[in-house]
């Protein structure tokens, strides 16, 4: 089972990734084009993934929070699940 995954492989996700010293198991995208690539040395996963709910924590790591979160929800994510850090850690 994954432990950490970001939802959100842009800036934001390397910025949160460096702020923390932390690399998740996975980043997921809702951009198609990056799916199968890499960010950090970590695959770039559909948000399909998700769907199987073997999943221990999602940090939302893109600006665009409430629409992720919903989506998330919508997947069946329990809201306990899903940690949005401060917007500090997101930039550079």
Same mark, same amino acid.
Request: proline residues 8%.
């Given at each position: 089972?994954?432990?950490v995954?970001?939802?959100?492989?842009?800036g934001? *996700? /390397?910025?949160?990734? #460096?702020?923390t010293? +932390? +690399?998740?198991?996975?980043?997921?995208?809702?951009?198609? /084009? =990056?799916?199968?690539?890499? =960010? #950090?040395? %970590? /695959?770039i996963?559909?948000?399909?993934?998700l769907?199987?709910?073997? =999943?221990?924590?999602?940090?939302i790591?893109?600006?665009?929070?409430?629409?992720?979160? %919903?989506? #998330?929800? /919508? =997947? *069946?994510?329990?809201?306990?699940?899903? +940690?949005i850090?401060? +917007?500090?850690? #997101?930039?550079?």
């Amino acid at each position: 089972m994954p432990d950490v995954i970001y939802f959100g492989a842009g800036g934001g *996700g /390397e910025a949160y990734s #460096l702020h923390t010293s +932390k +690399k998740p198991d996975f980043f997921v995208d809702n951009n198609s /084009e =990056l799916w199968g690539k890499t =960010l #950090l040395g %970590r /695959e770039i996963r559909p948000p399909s993934f998700l769907s199987d709910g073997n =999943l221990s924590i999602i940090v939302i790591t893109s600006g665009y929070v409430s629409s992720i979160k %919903r989506q #998330l929800i /919508e =997947l *069946g994510i329990p809201s306990q699940k899903i +940690k949005i850090p401060p +917007k500090a850690y #997101l930039g550079k």
